[in-house]
């Protein structure tokens, strides 16, 4: 070899080992780099998993979901959350500890001792507890073969006391820090507050019930009132005519029957009156025949009588309803006593026919097996009255009402169905409120339907309706049968 060449040699070979240093060095930077890059991902991952945990407890409370299932939801995100193979809750009712079914690898977790839980609701920080510390065997013999060695505690705090712990059973090799720990308190912290939401929420709605349901006894309370005091001033109102009338008709009644009497005297007076005027020749004979002849005296006789009994008619009529008039009157002094529903209503049609007559078609359909009803007749008649009135006054042109009456196990039902105007949905809500009405001022009271609502209930039936608007609607009133 020359010594050129040596040379040449000996120069390469020094660039190239400093090529090689140079290539190591930097070869060392990359690896750094990305060891670096590397670690970086993995908190980034972390972090993810821990927003996404922080995050899926947080939508707990956008969801409307029971207490149960908010901590349920959560175990089962902490579970996730830590990698651990399996967590249960317990809770305090009234005291007492409660042992919630384990969710995880396994269903079935015996519990720890009644003392360790005794600390454990007392004690203020808790952290993770190895297994082979809290030393309860039946569950060591469970864990062993899941190689599940330590269990994280997190309490949920409630009004400032814990009220529930979660326990999440962690495997040997699982990757937890004690950060990891702080969210799953933080997230506990969170559910505690979701609880006490609820539970306000729920301590809400049962004070919202028990003022509604006494909104609804006053309520109903004030239909009594109101309804005793109608009942009180028209039956004040309704005997008072009817004593005034009844004198009158007494006396008229009796003057038309001796008229009766005196007519058919008189027929029978004129008759032979006839038969002599013929058979005699006199003077005065021939002037009874020309009065007979001009004024045809029989026939005037004939008209008297029908007359008078046309009179005793109406009579008997103006009679029945002042005495039906009485009856109702006397509806509030009544006793409960069993009475035919049919026959009521035929007394109730009696009062209230003449206002209905002229724009309504009536249709009976009367079971006449129905039982008796045990009750005030007078205030079911009333009850029947409005309905009738009401079904009146829907008709905007002339149409038909029908009532029937049906036997159900022990129930006596009464239909009265219109063919008015029918009631819209909006009004329908409304139709049993006292002084609720869609009549003009001085046309309805609008207290109607609120009395009758509480009679029926009184007697410890109800009323249903039914209608569709233009086509007509459908009282259902269902009373109990007397026993
Ligand atoms: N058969 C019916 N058809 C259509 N609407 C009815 C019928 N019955 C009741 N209503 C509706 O219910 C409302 C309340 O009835 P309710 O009998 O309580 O009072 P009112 O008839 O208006 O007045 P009041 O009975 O005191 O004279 C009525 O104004 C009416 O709008
Ligand atoms: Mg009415």
């Known amino acids: ?28 930077e990359v690896q750094a780099n990305i060891d670096m890059i590397q670690q970086q991902f993995n908190d980034l991952r972390q972090q993810k998993k821990e927003s996404d945990y922080l995050l899926s407890v947080a939508r707990l409370s956008q969801n409307d979901l029971g207490l149960a299932s908010i901590i349920k939801q959560y175990l089962l995100s902490t579970i996730g959350f830590l990698e651990a193979k399996v967590g249960r809750y317990t809770y305090l009712k009234d ?12 269903g079935d977790l015996p519990k720890f001792s009644d003392a360790f839980y005794k600390t454990l609701y007392q004690q203020e920080n808790r952290s993770t507890l190895k297994l082979s510390d809290i030393g309860c065997e039946e569950v060591n013999l469970v864990m062993d073969p899941l190689d599940i060695d330590r269990v994280a505690f ?6 400032g ?12 090799n699982t990757k937890f820090n004690a950060e ?9 912290y969170q559910i505690g507050g979701m609880v006490e939401k609820s539970l306000n929420s729920k301590k809400l709605e049962m004070s919202y019930q028990e003022i509604k349901a006494s909104n609804e006894t006053i309520k109903k309370t004030q239909n009594q ?30 003057n038309v029957g001796t008229l009766k009497e005196y007519s058919e005297v008189l027929e029978g007076y004129v008759k032979l009156a006839n038969s002599l005027s013929e058979s005699i020749d006199s003077e005065d004979a021939r ?19 029908s007359i008078v009994s046309d009179c005793s008619d109406g009579l ?68 029947i009255m409005n309905m009738l009135v009401n079904a009146g006054q829907a008709m905007e042109s002339p149409g038909e009402i029908t009532l029937s009456t049906s036997q159900k196990n022990e129930w006596v039902i009464l239909s009265i169905r219109d063919t008015g105007k029918g009631i819209s949905k909006e009004v329908m809500d409304k139709i049993f409120d006292p002084f609720f009405t869609t009549k003009e001022v001085n046309e309805g009271t609008g207290l109607g339907l609120s009395i009758s609502y509480g009679i029926i209930e009184k007697h410890g039936g109800n009323i249903q309706v039914n209608s569709k608007e233009s086509e007509g609607t459908e009282f259902i009133i269902t009373l109990p049968q007397s026993v």
């Open 1 to 28: 070899m020359s010594d050129a060449y040596k040379k040449a040699y000996e120069r390469e070979k020094i660039s190239r080992q400093s090529a090689e240093i140079l290539l190591d060095e930097k070869t060392r």
């Open 95 to 106: 005291s007492v500890l409660v042992i919630g079914k384990a969710l995880g690898v396994i």
């Open 154 to 159: 997190i309490p949920i705090k409630c009004f």
């Open 161 to 172: 006391k814990t009220s529930t712990v979660c326990e999440i059973f962690l495997p040997k």
């Open 180 to 188: 990891m720990l702080e969210q799953c308190l933080v997230a506990g």
């Open 225 to 254: 009132l109101v309804q005793s005091e109608k009942m009180a001033s028209l039956g004040q109102l309704a005997a008072g005519v009817a004593h005034e009338i009844n004198n009158p008709i007494g006396f008229v009644m009796s």
């Open 287 to 305: 002037a009874l025949k020309e009065i007979d002849d001009d004024e045809d005296v029989a026939v005037m006789v004939n008209d008297i009588k």
């Open 316 to 383: 008997k009529r103006v009679k029945d309803i002042v005495a039906n008039l009485k009856s109702f009157a006397r509806s509030d002094e009544e006793k409960n006593e069993p009475f035919n529903l049919n026959e009521c209503i035929e007394k109730t049609l009696k009062v209230v026919w003449n206002e209905l007559k002229y724009n309504v078609t009536l249709n009976r359909h009367f079971d006449n097996k129905i039982a008796l009803v045990k009750g005030h007749e007078g205030q079911v008649g009333q009850v």
